[in-house]
């Protein structure tokens, strides 16, 4: 009677401890579960943010090349204007002694170009003249990869 | 902007140039440069003026940035 109660509570307890473990088992494997989709959260958040920062940097390209590009032009327009006053020797002094009128004639016409060119550089918007301008009879000569962005120099 | 008008004074045509402004009615008074003071004066204004558009073009870009970042945010 003895040896046969103590078969069956090795059996009960077997059958409880094993009902136990299978719970715990299922408890682990929840919590896995919940584990295994944090992470797979996390990596979904990397990878967006990765995605941001190659744009961001893309972005941060252009937006460079552009800005180099554009002081590229106005350090052209400036060397323009250097070789006006300067190319083959010239002397300014000299021509406006010599041919007053048309001079004073090429400053004024230069210096109301000139101020365009202030006003476009502050913001405001070219004109279709501006726009559309093409020869170097249409253009403004004192800036005109800013003022004339259609003008090709030839 | 401002227009104004430049006048060429050379030894030669000076007397011409104040005897005009007097019959404008402008006062005969001038404020001078030499030539090599004017090429000076027009690099100057042109360095400004690219200095000035280097600086909005940045902002622009800056402006562009940030705003399409705003729109994303605004979005989410």
Same mark, same amino acid.
């Given at each position: 009677?003895?040896?046969?109660?103590?078969?069956?509570?090795?059996?009960?307890?077997?059958?409880?401890?094993?009902?136990?473990?299978?719970?715990?088992?299922?408890?682990?494997n929840a919590i896995l579960k919940a584990n295994a989709?944090?992470?797979?959260?996390?990596?979904?958040?990397?990878?967006?943010?990765?995605?941001?920062?190659?744009?961001?940097?893309?972005?941060?390209?252009?937006?460079?090349?552009?800005?180099?590009?554009l002081i590229g032009k106005l350090k052209t327009d400036?060397?323009?204007?250097?070789?006006?006053?300067?190319?083959?020797?010239?002397?300014?002094?000299?021509?406006?002694?010599?041919?007053?009128?048309?001079?004073?004639?090429?400053?004024?016409?230069?210096?109301?170009?000139?101020?365009?060119?202030?006003?476009?550089?502050?913001?405001?918007?070219?004109?279709?003249?501006?726009?559309?301008?093409?020869?170097? /009879?249409?253009?403004?000569?004192?800036?005109? /990869?800013?003022?004339?962005?259609?003008?090709?120099?030839? | 902007?401002?227009?104004?008008?430049?006048?060429?004074?050379?030894?030669?045509?000076?007397?011409?140039?104040?005897?005009?402004?007097?019959?404008?009615?402008?006062?005969?008074?001038?404020?001078?440069?030499?030539?090599?003071?004017?090429?000076?004066?027009?690099?100057?204004?042109?360095?400004?003026?690219?200095?000035?558009?280097?600086?909005?073009?940045?902002?622009?870009?800056?402006?562009?940035?940030?705003?399409?970042?705003?729109?994303?945010?605004?979005?989410?």
């Amino acid at each position: 009677m003895g040896i046969r109660l103590f078969f069956i509570g090795l059996i009960v307890t077997a059958l409880a401890g094993g009902g136990f473990y299978v719970m715990k088992l299922q408890k682990d494997n929840a919590i896995l579960k919940a584990n295994a989709i944090k992470l797979e959260s996390a990596i979904s958040d990397q990878k967006t943010l990765i995605e941001n920062q190659k744009k961001d940097f893309e972005s941060i390209l252009t937006a460079n090349k552009e800005m180099n590009d554009l002081i590229g032009k106005l350090k052209t327009d400036f060397a323009d204007l250097d070789k006006r006053f300067n190319k083959k020797n010239r002397d300014v002094g000299l021509l406006a002694i010599q041919k007053t009128k048309a001079i004073e004639r090429i400053t004024n016409s230069a210096s109301v170009k000139a101020n365009r060119c202030i006003e476009i550089a502050s913001g405001s918007p070219l004109t279709e003249k501006e726009i559309n301008a093409t020869k170097k /009879s249409e253009i403004n000569t004192e800036c005109p /990869s800013i003022a004339n962005p259609n003008y090709i120099p030839y | 902007m401002e227009q104004l008008q430049w006048h060429i004074i050379t030894s030669e045509n000076a007397a011409e140039v104040f005897a005009k402004l007097e019959a404008d009615g402008i006062d005969p008074v001038l404020w001078g440069l030499t030539d090599k003071d004017f090429e000076l004066l027009a690099k100057n204004f042109a360095q400004i003026r690219n200095k000035l558009m280097e600086t909005n073009a940045l902002l622009d870009k800056y402006k562009e940035y940030y705003e399409s970042e705003t729109e994303k945010d605004e979005q989410k």
